[in-house]
């Protein structure tokens, strides 16, 4: 069973850092492309930034310049370093991996980390 698992969200003043982590379970292999969405009530999830297989990285214009994605493929792990954090930024984070297992090919969810930017 695939599994994902993020980290690294919380409470943290307008201006300040946050490094989200999302580790995939070794069930997962021939990693696809690998991002970050957010997501706040009521409106639909958007893509934060990804990274394409061959290492091609894609940023929502809101976060260019300030949040770097990065990943650890032999690690399964796929990194969101945000910087210069605005009170826009408030959302519930998910990572979001594509790739093979036991099962066929796929794309799966983590379950979620909050960021909360106070102003």
């Known amino acids: 069973q695939v599994q994902l698992v993020e980290s690294g969200g919380g409470l943290v003043q307008a201006g300040g850092s946050l490094r989200l982590s999302c580790v995939a379970s070794k069930s997962i292999f021939s990693l696809n492309a690998m991002g970050w969405y957010r997501q706040v009530p009521g409106k639909q999830r958007e893509l934060v930034a990804r990274i394409t297989k061959g290492g091609t990285t894609n940023y929502s214009d809101s976060v260019k310049g300030r949040f770097t994605l990065s990943r650890d493929s032999a690690k399964n792990t796929v990194y969101l370093q945000m910087n210069n954090l605005k009170p826009e930024d408030t959302a519930v984070y998910y990572c979001?991996?594509?790739?093979?297992?036991?099962?066929?090919?796929?794309?799966?969810w983590g379950q979620g980390t909050q960021v909360t930017v106070s102003s």
């Open positions: 979001n991996i594509g790739g093979l297992s036991s099962s066929g090919p796929g794309r799966y």
